[in-house]
T-cell receptor, first 109, second 116 residues
Framework: KNEVEQSPQNLTAQEGEFITINCSYS?????LHWLQQHPGGGIVSLFM???GKKKHGRLIATINIQEKHSSLHITASHPRDSAVYIC???????????FGTGTSLTVIP | GAGVSQSPSNKVTEKGKDVELRCDPI?????LYWYRQSLGQGLEFLIY????????KSGLPSDRFSAERTGGSVSTLTIQRTQQEDSAVYLC??????????????FGQGTRLTVV
């Protein structure tokens, strides 16, 4: 069964804190995306990973293929980072993406 | 434009009416996906188009839902006789090729559908 699990479901942080959001999946993948969804519903793709690590500004995404696990890190968090972060995985066995339930992040000034 | 474009961004419709949602993928992208996100729920797969192959319709929730992709580019998702449970954000994504490693998918901003 193809499954994607995210944790935590909700996260509240003080401005400046280092944040980690986790994504685990059950079987081999061909691609993993981290998405950001703002309160208005619009979705932005942050990263696409198949191995290693990527960095963009204060955002860092890592993936460990052997452990079937990816993390999204936000350094020096800011209130504008408040959003829902979603892990999306395409498994080796199919064409579609499967999504985690999302992590709702609130950064307090 | 450079990204995946969806229209309208918001749609309010009366129960029982038909609606059409449009997705303009990135030019040259052969794979196109439709998903929806109901309130408080995760994203749910609806349909997948890949080139000239028959679409994967396994996620369509009922026969009121249909989608087409004309000329391998623009896609329209049609919901007939809308019901309140159809209210959701409908999301479109495209990628260059469906299953090749390292192929990045690009997501549209979504269409928020409200059935009243």
């Amino acid at each position: 069964k193809n499954e994607v699990e995210q944790s935590p479901q909700n996260l509240t942080a003080q401005e400046g804190e280092f944040i980690t959001i986790n994504c685990s999946y059950s079987v081999g993948i061909s691609a993993l995306h981290w998405l950001q969804q703002h309160p208005g519903g619009g979705i932005v793709s942050l990263f696409m990973l198949s191995s290693g690590k990527k960095k963009h500004g204060r955002l860092i995404a890592t993936i460990n293929i052997q452990e079937k696990h990816s993390s999204l890190h936000i350094t020096a968090s800011h209130p504008r980072d408040s959003a829902v972060y979603i892990c999306a995985v395409r498994f080796d066995t199919g064409n579609q993406f499967y999504f985690g339930t999302g992590t709702s992040l609130t950064v307090i000034p | 434009g450079a990204g995946v474009s969806q229209s309208p961004s918001n749609k309010v419709t009366e129960k029982g009416k038909d609606v059409e949602l449009r997705c303009d993928p990135i030019s040259g992208h052969t794979a196109l996906y439709w998903y929806r996100q109901s309130l408080g729920q995760g994203l749910e797969f609806l349909i997948y188009f890949q080139g000239n192959s028959a679409p994967d319709k396994s996620g369509l929730p009922s026969d009121r839902f249909s989608a087409e992709r004309t000329g391998g580019s623009v896609s329209t998702l049609t919901i007939q006789r809308t019901q309140q449970e159809d209210s959701a954000v409908y999301l479109c994504a495209s990628s260059l090729v469906g299953r090749i490693m390292n192929t990045e998918a690009f997501f549209g901003q979504g269409t928020r559908l409200t059935v009243v």
